[in-house]
């Protein structure tokens, strides 16, 4: 027996395409064509390449790189640093938001300067989007600096209760701020952390059983404004070696597992619409895709299977996972994209800010 429904295409606002420089990761290809076969029709990318995306000249390569070669809509985030903060006038046209790390992850773009957090938050244009990775300490000082100078503020990858309850209280005071949570932190936490080893180590680190409760009400008590993917493949390798870099893949693996949710009334589907592409697109002024759709076998079951993945890393942390709800069909702009498992067509466009 099968049920077919239809969602609207999703919108991931944090993806790491890992081009130029991290190219043995993920590429603009391989990454959309993931996004695609996940159900993501529009998808942003993330600036802490190798080659950050902290100048003009960073942001022009990125769009010709990516020319003609994306399966989704894709937009780009631009890297936040001191240096960074005095192309903002010339960039803001061609970047979707800023993106601001004010915790250690991978890559060179931490700012921990307050100083320099001033001026940063200062010099964004106060209408547009100011994200940031911000736990604990950091957030609260996010918080504060935001409210300071008037920036609309969303909280990456959200993944602790005490940090639920900074947002919560922010909101409640009337700040502009918006923020999301992933589906590794959404579906695993710390008691995973052994039988993953270096395949569950992201940033931030996966969380206790109260965390992931506290961020399961967030989604039902309104305060969860997005679910995004923190996409961030890196390869078997690299995750084998000494030092594992921080980060795991997620496009193709989060429609299945909420649609799981979904049929365990842990998630209503006007809910997952809600959080994957109503609100994403609202608060960051995605453009409207017309005749975009996904189409899904709610009855199908499956076990996720690595050697079905599209993206270049080649394995994901819910390898073996029972899901139900399969992705049959997607469509961008009335073409067929994706059908049976297989991916059609390069018909995505570069997305550019409305305002
Ligand atoms: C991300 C990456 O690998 O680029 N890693 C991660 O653990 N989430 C960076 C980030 O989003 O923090
Ligand atoms: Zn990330």
Request: hydrophobic content about 35%; overall charge positive; some cysteine.
């Amino acid at each position: 027996m099968s049920k077919i429904i239809s969602l609207p295409g999703l919108i991931d606002v944090h993806t790491h395409l890992r081009e130029p420089g991290a190219t043995q990761k993920e590429d603009f290809e391989t990454g959309t064509k993931a996004a695609i076969a996940g159900g993501y029709t529009a998808i942003l990318d993330m600036p802490n390449n190798p080659e950050p995306t902290i100048t003009p000249e960073a942001v022009d390569k990125k769009i010709s790189l990516a020319n003609g070669r994306i399966y989704c809509d894709v937009g780009f985030n631009f890297g936040g640093t001191l240096e960074s903060s005095k192309y903002f006038d010339q960039i803001k046209t061609k970047v979707m938001a800023l993106k601001v790390y004010m915790n250690h992850t991978t890559g060179t773009l931490l700012q921990e300067d307050p100083h320099a957090l001033q001026t940063i938050f200062e010099r964004w244009p106060k209408q547009r989007v100011l994200i940031v990775h911000a736990e604990k300490d950091k957030l609260a000082l996010a918080i504060k600096l935001a409210k300071r100078n008037g920036n609309r503020l969303h909280v990456a990858h959200v993944a602790l209760a005490e940090d639920i309850n900074r947002i919560r209280k922010a909101k409640t005071e009337g700040l502009p701020i918006t923020c999301e949570v992933t589906c590794h932190h959404l579906f695993l936490t710390n008691a995973d952390t052994k039988r993953l080893g270096p395949f569950g180590q992201m940033k931030p680190d996966l969380g206790m059983k109260q965390d992931q409760n506290a961020l399961w009400k967030a989604i039902s008590d309104g305060t969860m404004d997005i679910i995004a993917q923190d996409h961030a493949p890196h390869t078997i390798a690299e995750k084998k070696s000494e030092k594992p870099p921080h980060g795991v893949p997620g496009l193709e693996t989060a429609l299945p597992l909420l649609l799981t949710a979904v049929k365990e009334d842990r998630l209503t589907i006007e809910k997952l619409i809600e959080l994957t592409n109503t609100n994403p697109r609202k608060i960051f002024n995605i453009p409207q895709q017309e005749d975009t759709f996904v189409e899904i076998d709610m009855e199908e079951k499956y076990r996720i299977d690595s050697n079905n993945l599209y993206t270049k890393c080649g394995w994901t942390p819910f390898e073996g996972v029972e899901v139900k709800g399969k992705i049959k069909k997607v469509a961008l702009r009335g073409k067929v994209v994706f059908e049976n498992g297989k991916i059609s067509g390069l018909f995505g466009k570069i997305m550019f800010p409305a305002n």
